[in-house]
Nanobody, 125 residues
Framework: QVQLVESGGGLVQAGGSLRLSCAAS????????MGWFRQASGKEREIVAA????????YYADSVKDRFTISTSNANNALYLQMNSLKPEDTAVYYC??????????????????WGQGTQVTVSS
């Protein structure tokens, strides 16, 4: 199985950028469909972006399209989320997750088998 650890969260002003990283160990990210999810206070966990095993197929929530970019690095065995033009409504705990389902990467949390502990992103107005 794979272990996931997120980093890169923090406090940023609206319009700013952050890059989240998710370091994998145990197995390589290329074995899984990978996803980023977020959960704001009092809300359900939701998909942000996902990327297929091959890295060819990606999925983005409408709310982050054209602002966020998901990517993987086999060399670093990591998953990344580049977040630009951040908005206060992007404030949440962000989680990376790995899914053993067949591609395309599923956009729902219950299809993911392994989760990181989360990293807080706070966007001030």
């Amino acid at each position: 199985q794979v272990q996931l650890v997120e980093s890169g969260g923090g406090l940023v002003q609206a319009g700013g950028s952050l890059r989240l990283s998710c370091a994998a160990s145990g197995r390589t990210v290329s074995n899984y469909n990978m996803g980023w999810f977020r959960q704001a206070s009092g809300k359900e966990r939701e998909i942000v972006a996902a990327i297929s095993v091959s890295g060819v197929s990606t999925y983005y929530a409408d709310s982050v399209k054209d602002r966020f970019t998901i990517s993987t690095s086999n060399a670093n065995n990591a998953l990344y989320l580049q977040m630009n033009s951040l908005k206060p409504e992007d404030t949440a705990v962000y989680y990376c997750a790995a899914s053993t389902t067949v591609s395309p990467p599923p956009p729902v949390p219950n299809k993911y088998n392994y989760w990181g502990q989360g990293t807080q992103v706070t966007v001030s107005s």
